[in-house]
T-cell receptor
Framework: DAKTTQPPSMDCAEGRAANLPCNHSTISGNEYVYWYRQIHSQGPQYIIHGLKNNETNEMASLIITEDRKSSTLILPHATLRDTAVYYCIVSATDKLIFGTGTRLQVFP | KAGVTQTPRYLIKTRGQQVTLSCSPISGHRSVSWYQQTPGQGLQFLFEYFSETQRNKGNFPGRFSGRQFSNSRSEMNVSTLELGDSALYLC????????????FGPGTRLTVT
């Protein structure tokens, strides 16, 4: 079973920051937080991952709370092409367990 | 660099038949994982292969099997197809086993009638 809790859906205006929350209160010390997204009819796309420090790449930023029980994925300037289902995954083993994710709708 | 490719993209089969799906990973990637995606169950892990060895397996019946070749290409086979096997089958590759920076292919849409 997925070990994360995400809101089922969120809306965001184009050009604004999209902040997607994820709760993972049972995360273990050796488990990473991963984010993937799936645009309709495509395979999932890796976004970012982190252990305990905040991370940033060209796509997004990942903010992990100090107790590691929750995290936030930030898309700094959302575009219509960011409309997708976003999955937050915690894992230290060899497989990804996908939950139901958050459906992000970016509107003009 | 070319992405993960999967063939065929679409397939229609009849109950009781078997099917083989193919996946070519990104050049240099040695790990290939397979997933099944259905509206009811979401994305579920099937198995992972690394260096021609199955490294991890999900909770699927033995009708689902796979293999990996020396060039890292992978195939998955489903025997005695059931209606419930209708799904999008996704393949993902990564550089090493245990790496979750996985790159997914577009999937094969299997319909069982």
């Amino acid at each position: 079973d997925a070990k994360t809790t995400q809101p089922p859906s969120m809306d965001c205006a184009e050009g604004r920051a999209a902040n997607l929350p994820c709760n993972h209160s049972t995360i273990s010390g050796n488990e990473y937080v991963y984010w993937y997204r799936q645009i309709h009819s495509q395979g999932p796309q890796y976004i970012i991952h982190g252990l305990k420090n905040n991370e940033t790449n060209e796509m997004a930023s990942l903010i992990i709370t100090e107790d590691r029980k929750s995290s936030t994925l930030i898309l700094p300037h959302a575009t219509l092409r960011d409309t997708a289902v976003y999955y937050c995954i915690v894992s230290a083993t060899d497989k990804l367990i996908f939950g139901t994710g958050t459906r992000l709708q970016v509107f003009p | 660099k070319a992405g993960v490719t999967q063939t065929p993209r679409y397939l229609i089969k009849t109950r009781g038949q078997q099917v083989t799906l193919s996946c070519s990973p990104i050049s240099g990637h040695r790990s290939v994982s397979w997933y099944q995606q259905t509206p009811g169950q979401g994305l579920q892990f099937l198995f992972e292969y690394f260096s021609e060895t199955q490294r991890n397996k999900g909770n699927f019946p033995g009708r689902f099997s796979g293999r990996q070749f020396s060039n890292s290409r992978s195939e998955m086979n489903v025997s005695t197809l059931e209606l419930g096997d209708s799904a999008l089958y996704l393949c993902a590759s990564s550089l090493l086993t245990g790496s979750y920076e996985q790159y997914f292919g577009p999937g094969t849409r299997l319909t069982v009638t």
